[in-house]
């Protein structure tokens, strides 16, 4: 039995690594094959074809296209993916010194919003069709349909400009104590959290109804159990798959929210630095940047298919 | 006397059909979506000369009878900067959807009736392009090629051509194994007859509310770029770009950041409750099941 679901999971594996591949190759063609000649368009129209092919040869663009792809896979997996085109600085100095911060706001990101998602989503589930329900359902709704930034911005109006609780941009993220620290990390947590918070409250009121609606649950409930008690000890622990499930697939939603989040509040992350690399074209930035991100959403997609395979027995039969 | 006078006036039975059915959320989303599609179209009859007016009364200014929406930050109209936008912001990700659901239902048709080697290769193909995060995949095609509106449109019909191909994919394939599909097959008809004729009149009603749902991602997508400055780039300007460029105004509580954000909130509400109050649909708490 263990031996199946190990067998599942490595097959998730591997595919998840596959999958990784594959995206390489795509971002490598977007980025470096398909736009044109990169020396060209460094060296300006007015370039001698001496200069350019100089250039070439140094940028090792004479190469085939295969060639140079194996090169860059080779080092982005040893962690060397070049110097940056625009400052000449090192890429992995430059994503070294920003990733800390990046993963610091998703993991107090996540602290904060899974629990709080989670019982949100039992609460909506248990009071089904109350006004606690409907408002929560509605806000969610309308939080998942609008761009994050104007959850942002309505954040920003209303702690830092109206009420004046918090600073508006954290420029810079001051640790000097955890009251401060809590303070500039406020916002964009609020607003970060807020976007994968409707997801996931979404998708665990989904799984537990899905499970209140089990034949299983009339008995409990024909037995005599309270509602709560319906929910809590025995549509509960059957809804763990689907909800740990969701709560993999709606961490994925951090990568596109902390890219926007991280603009508009200036946080100095790796989403940061790649948005400011895609303004400046600066390909291997971005290609390293993008590797990372699409690792990441692998990987959390991978934790949510395992998931999905541990929880639920039917699953390994297929 | 003819049947014809005794009938009521065509157009009167079909103006009843079209909004029985809707319950009132779902009339209020199509009133917000005509009153946008309205403004759309209103939009290019805007006089260069007042697009580009500033105002004596200064930068960042609040609503006023002269200026509804404030000033933006170079002392322009908000109102008529939103409007001259609407074009922009509606016709991009229109034209996305469109593309994506066009492309993505006849790949999904395609590979239900074929099957083989065909829907194996589409769906392995169309899964790898799922596993890109798609403002993620967005960043890399605007570093490679720079940003245009082509390019956004492409961009955005290729992100949300898979989910399209998927759930059409799967709706046909079940109606595929339906004995009036059979008796076509037996009857010698081509396979452009089948996904035209027996497959898609019965597809088409979960084919219009994932059409609906791919617009507001596409929507939303586009706008996020603009707001990050990869968008519609100037002097175009979305309602992303213009809670970009007035992103300054925050600190004075300016409505000039506010209103293109609203703009976009109202937009995308307005789609979802349309699509969640589509009748006939009769699932609307689409969690339930």
Redesign the interface.
């Known amino acids: 039995m263990n031996l199946t679901i190990a067998k599942m999971v490595a097959g998730r594996i591997v595919a998840g690594l596959g999958?990784?591949l594959?995206?390489s190759v795509?971002?490598f063609a977007?980025?470096?094959v398909?736009?044109g000649d990169a020396a060209e368009e460094q060296l300006g129209q007015d370039a001698t074809p001496e200069a350019v092919k100089a250039l070439r040869k140094e940028m090792g663009l004479d190469r085939s296209p295969v060639l140079r792809y194996f090169d860059w896979l080779g080092g982005i997996v040893t962690g060397d993916p070049g110097k940056s085109v625009v400052t000449g600085m090192p890429v992995d100095e430059a994503i070294a010194s920003r990733l800390p911060n990046s993963l610091l706001l998703a993991a107090v990101t996540t602290a904060f919003a899974v629990p709080l998602a989670l019982g949100l989503g039992i609460l909506c589930a248990l009071w089904r069709g109350s006004a606690f329900d409907r408002f929560t359902s509605m806000t969610s709704?309308?939080v998942v349909?609008?761009?994050?930034?104007?959850v942002a911005?309505?954040a920003?109006?209303v702690f830092a400009?109206?009420l004046k609780w918090l600073p508006?941009l954290s420029y810079e993220v001051d640790v000097s104590s955890p009251g401060e620290m809590l303070r500039s990390f406020a916002l964009p947590v609020l607003s970060l959290g807020s976007v994968i918070m409707a997801q996931m409250m979404?998708m665990t009121?989904?799984a537990v109804?899905?499970q209140l609606?089990a034949a299983y649950i009339e008995m409990v409930r024909l037995k005599g159990a309270s509602a709560a008690r319906a929910v809590l000890f025995h549509a509960l622990p059957n809804a763990i798959g689907p909800i740990a499930n969701a709560v993999a697939l709606s961490l994925?939603y951090l990568?596109?929210g902390v890219?926007?989040i991280e603009?508009?509040f200036n946080y100095p992350g790796i989403a940061k630095l790649?948005?400011d690399?895609?303004?400046q074209?600066?390909?291997p930035l971005?290609?390293a940047c993008?590797m990372i991100?699409?690792a990441a959403?692998?990987i959390l997609?991978m934790l949510a298919d395992v998931c999905g395979i541990v929880a639920n027995p039917r699953l390994r039969h297929q | 006397m003819t049947t014809a006078t005794l009938l009521p006036p065509a157009t009167e039975t079909r103006k009843r059909r079209l909004l029985a059915g809707w319950s009132r959320a779902g009339k209020l989303g199509l009133a917000v979506l005509a009153f946008w599609i309205a403004v759309a179209l209103f939009a290019p009859f805007l006089s260069e000369h007042a697009l580009g007016e500033m105002s004596d009364a200064g930068v960042f200014q609040a609503m006023s009878a002269q200026h509804w929406l404030g000033t933006d930050y170079l002392g322009r109209d908000m109102l008529t900067r939103i409007v001259a936008g609407t074009p922009y912001t509606i016709g991009v990700a229109l034209v996305a959807t469109l593309l994506a659901c066009g492309l993505g239902a006849l790949l999904g048709l395609l590979a239900a009736v074929t099957g083989g080697w065909v829907d194996s290769a589409l769906s392995r193909f169309l899964d790898t392009l799922i596993s890109i995060p798609s403002k993620m995949f967005a960043l890399v095609v605007i570093a490679g090629f720079g940003s245009s509106v082509p390019l956004l449109i492409a961009v955005a019909a290729i992100v949300y051509t898979p989910g399209c191909y998927r759930i059409i994919r799967s709706l046909a394939v079940n109606i595929n194994a339906m004995d009036y599909v059979l008796v076509a097959r037996a009857r010698g008809e081509r396979r452009g007859y089948i996904m035209r004729r027996e497959i898609l009149p019965n597809i088409t009603g979960p084919l219009l509310a994932d059409m609906g749902l791919r617009f507001v991602y596409a929507l939303r997508l586009l706008a996020s770029l603009s707001f990050l400055g990869l968008g519609v780039q100037p002097p175009m300007a979305d309602w992303g770009s213009l809670v970009r460029e007035n992103l300054g105004a925050l600190p004075v509580g300016g409505v000039s950041v506010l209103a293109p954000a609203l703009a976009i909130a109202a937009l995308t509400i307005a789609v979802n409750l349309v699509i969640d109050n589509l009748p006939g649909h009769t699932d609307a708490d689409r969690e339930t099941h």
């Open positions: 999958s990784l594959a995206v795509l971002v977007i980025t470096a398909l736009p709704v309308a349909s609008v761009p994050e930034f104007l911005t309505l920003v109006l400009v109206q508006a979404r009121r989904a109804i899905d609606a994925s990568l596109g890219i926007i603009v508009i790649m948005v690399g895609v303004a074209r600066d390909m971005v290609q993008a991100f699409c959403y692998l997609v």
